[in-house]
């Protein structure tokens, strides 16, 4: 049996005065659950969210006041088409998006057309199983 032992391990978190404004957990990779999610901002601390290439996805601000700040800093992110999608090579161009449905698809096309105009593109895609994928070749 090859069990993680971290599956065996019950792990708790004990309220306590946190002196720090944040953590950071620099160069690792793992898993967090919603419940430590929870309690880290119930103490007021912020998280950070990143990402699989490292752009901020979202962050969790202490403070209820800064709720409107968060709002428009995910808003903004939205809005910058230079962090919808990722150029993982120029050249040959291969762009990489994850887009999930079709409203997503038509925005990432918006985006690459108004960054990339006059051009033709090769799509290579790949759903999960219960998406709209007709809707979304369509618009391909």
């Known amino acids: 049996?090859?069990?993680?032992?971290?599956?065996?391990?019950?792990?708790?978190?004990?309220?306590?005065?946190i002196k720090h404004d944040s953590i950071i957990v620099d160069g690792h990779t793992g898993n967090i659950t919603f419940e430590a999610m929870r309690w880290l901002m119930k103490h007021n601390v912020q998280l950070t969210l990143l990402n699989w290439n490292g752009n901020l996805l979202a962050s969790t601000l202490p403070q209820a006041a800064n709720a409107g700040k968060l709002k428009i800093k995910q808003y903004q992110k939205y809005l910058d088409n230079k962090t919808r999608f990722e150029i993982a090579q120029k050249n040959p161009l291969i762009i990489l998006d994850g887009a999930h449905n079709p409203a997503k698809v038509k925005t990432f096309l918006t985006s690459l057309t108004k960054i990339i105009p006059d051009k033709k593109f090769v799509f290579l895609v790949a759903f999960k199983k219960g998406k709209d994928i007709d809707k979304m070749l369509e618009l391909l």
């Open 1 to 17: 049996m090859n069990e993680n032992i971290l599956q065996k391990q019950k792990l708790e978190f004990h309220p306590h005065q």
